[in-house]
């Protein structure tokens, strides 16, 4: 069982920046694949980027490549998002999830896990 949090949300301007965190509970961090995961309103969730087990394969979504950055800290048991040059349209709910399987899955039915989500919202 691993339990999810997420912090870093807010409000920021276009252009801005903002990192999101995402703390895990468990011994079994680091055995983990990690992705987060947007749902803008009246939207589905969709993909954002993901990170292997040991950080070393991440996979990114082509509306965020070059402005978005996946990392882990595995002996914090954390994983973040670095967000630059966001705007109105990154809007969302973000979620961090949890998979275990090798590699950067990419889809939703391939986490395990899932955090409650923190709000990003991009003004113009």
């Known amino acids: 069982q691993v339990q999810l949090v997420e912090s870093g949300g807010g409000l920021v301007q276009a252009g801005g920046s903002l990192r999101l965190s995402c703390a895990a509970s468990?011994?079994?961090?680091?055995?983990?694949?990690m992705g987060w995961f947007r749902q803008a309103p009246g939207k589905e969730r969709e993909f954002v980027a993901a990170?292997?087990?040991?950080?070393?394969?991440?996979y990114y979504a082509g509306s965020v490549k070059g402005r978005f950055t996946i990392s882990r800290d595995n002996a914090k048991n954390t994983v973040y998002l670095q967000m630059n040059s966001l705007k109105p349209e990154d809007t969302a709910v973000y979620y961090c999830?949890?998979?275990?399987?090798?590699?950067?899955?990419?889809?939703?039915?391939?986490?395990?896990?899932w955090g409650q989500g923190t709000q990003v919202t991009v003004s113009s």
């Open positions: 999830a949890a998979a275990r399987r090798l590699g950067v899955p990419g889809r939703l039915n391939e986490y395990d896990y």
């Open positions: 990170i292997s087990w040991s950080g070393g394969g991440t």
């Open positions: 468990g011994r079994t961090f680091s055995s983990y694949a």
